[in-house]
């Protein structure tokens, strides 16, 4: 397995997850079926967890949570870093898509500098 290869698996795996997340803001967020239905019917799962996740967008959780990740990844050396920042980048393309473009922006920034960030070989003095 090559050096570039969990970035490859990233660069096709990343398009997706944004897919899934256009899916959930335009099939449950912004459709005008739920908004009957849930009035009618607001124990349905469905709508608890629309509830929960206009919630989540109104308080910025998700943005926060992404932007919170990038700049402790941004400090954290190696593997746990790049995690991070793997993590990060997870949060941050639903903050985008999801009303929170403004926080998420900044969160997808920082983690992306940290995935692609070469690691330095730490010099110790003599």
Request: aromatic share 12%; charged share 10%; with cysteine.
């Amino acid at each position: 397995m090559s050096s570039r290869s969990p970035f490859i698996l990233l660069l096709i795996l990343l398009p997706f997850w944004l897919a899934a997340s256009y899916g959930l803001r335009f099939a449950l967020m912004e459709d005008g079926q739920w908004v009957g239905l849930c009035v009618d019917e607001a124990q349905r799962w469905e709508c608890q967890v629309r509830s929960g996740l206009g919630l989540l967008i109104h308080f910025r959780v998700i943005a926060w949570i992404s932007l919170g990740a990038a700049l402790a990844a941004f400090f954290v050396p190696g593997r746990a870093g790049w995690g991070l920042a793997l993590l990060a980048l997870l949060f941050a393309l639903p903050a985008l898509v999801l009303y929170t473009a403004s926080l998420a922006v900044f969160a997808c920034v920082i983690a992306g500098l940290r995935l692609v960030r070469r690691t330095q070989p730490v010099a110790v003095p003599a």
